[in-house]
């Protein structure tokens, strides 16, 4: 499998960066989780005064063989023509990325479709979805390998363009089916925590989805190893998003995680690599069950709770301007000292 070589930030500048927070013309602490983020966002920086230029959102897409089974109220084409929604402008994501200054990466991961390239997706597909876990793999290892290196390769473009700040998203009929296989598979929390209603099933198709799963994972007949689990049950995107996770962690990017899909697939990339975590900020806690359950299993704190579950990296990119305030706040604010303001604390 891909090796990444990921190093947690080091540590002799925390006690640097924790003077200059507090010697901020501000009671001690008092700005929060703004002084946390400031804090990690240096250390990750290896700097006194971090910065964040050129964010992107990259938005991996990919079709799902478990859709047969009738785990989604959305039918499959949802995921092509959602595409081609964003390829005009006219998606959720679409105007927040306008509204906050990301740019906007498309990638086919594996699309049951003929796309139109040439208008600006980026072809990284490994094949027209994945197959039906129910009874076998998702996928084979030959083509999680190429998922991983095809998701570090679009981070290495956007990084190469300035980029030091990402955010994923997905597009992916049926994907929290194979999020809440890994989130029940990587953290012990009984399956039926871990399923919801994904795009709006009701009561009765949320049993169905259960039932389907349940039997997914008692047919489950791999090595029993984190790779095996990822690639038997995830999806391309999932998979890619992994790869372009561990990626930006190697290259010291800060790493904006979005909702459910993206939390389940930096869950299943930290159990290759811990650290990536550290690379890591939450931006919500979304709508969908099971999304509070997988975030306390990280210890992770979210910066928004806004009732969002549309996925695309919307929620990471609301979250964004509190990142900016976290790096404004080092870079604008005075000291004590120097505005000769009595420290009292």
Not at 15 to 43: F, H, M, Y
Not at 240 to 248: D, F, V
Not at 286 to 302: F, I, Q, S
Request: aromatic content about 8%; charged content about 20%.
């Amino acid at each position: 499998m891909k090796n990444f070589r990921i190093e947690s930030p080091d540590q002799q500048m925390r006690e640097a960066l924790t003077d200059k927070i507090n010697n901020l013309t501000k009671p001690k602490g008092s700005l929060g989780v703004l002084e946390e983020l400031a804090l990690q966002i240096g250390l990750i920086q290896q700097t006194l005064s971090p910065t964040l230029s050129h964010p992107h959102n990259i938005l991996f897409a990919a079709d799902h063989g478990i859709v047969e089974e009738g785990v989604s109220k959305s039918p499959k084409e949802i995921t092509w023509q959602q595409l081609s929604n964003f390829l005009h402008g006219g998606a959720g994501v679409n105007f927040l990325c306008r509204q906050h200054g990301f740019e906007l990466v498309l990638v086919d991961a594996g699309v049951d479709y003929d796309l139109p390239y040439e208008k600006g997706i980026i072809n990284s597909s490994v094949g027209r979805g994945t197959r039906s876990f129910l009874n076998g793999p998702a996928m084979s290892a030959e083509e999680m390998e190429l998922c991983l290196e095809r998701g570090a390769e679009i981070v290495d473009k956007v990084h190469n363009d300035g980029c030091n700040v990402v955010s994923f998203g997905e597009m992916g009929i049926g994907n929290t089916s194979p999020s809440s296989i890994w989130m029940h598979l990587f953290t012990g929390i009984s399956l039926e925590q871990c399923v919801g209603a994904g795009s709006g099933l009701d009561s009765e198709g949320i049993r169905h989805k259960y039932h389907i799963l349940k039997q997914s994972v008692d047919n489950y007949k791999g090595n029993g190893s984190v790779e095996d689990k990822i690639a038997w049950f995830g999806g391309f995107e999932m998979v890619m998003a992994i790869g372009g996770m561990l990626r930006a962690a190697e290259l010291k990017m800060i790493i904006l995680v979005d909702g459910f899909i993206m939390t389940n697939c930096i869950l299943a990339a930290s159990m290759l690599y811990p650290e990536v975590l550290e690379y890591a900020i939450f931006g919500h806690q979304g709508d969908e069950v099971g999304h509070k359950l997988v975030l306390d299993a990280l210890n992770a704190r979210p910066l928004l709770n806004l009732g969002l579950r549309l996925g695309e990296g919307t929620g990471a990119i609301c979250a964004y301007p509190i990142v900016v305030s976290a790096v404004n706040m080092m870079s604008e604010m005075d000291n004590f000292a120097h505005a000769s303001i009595t420290k009292y604390f």
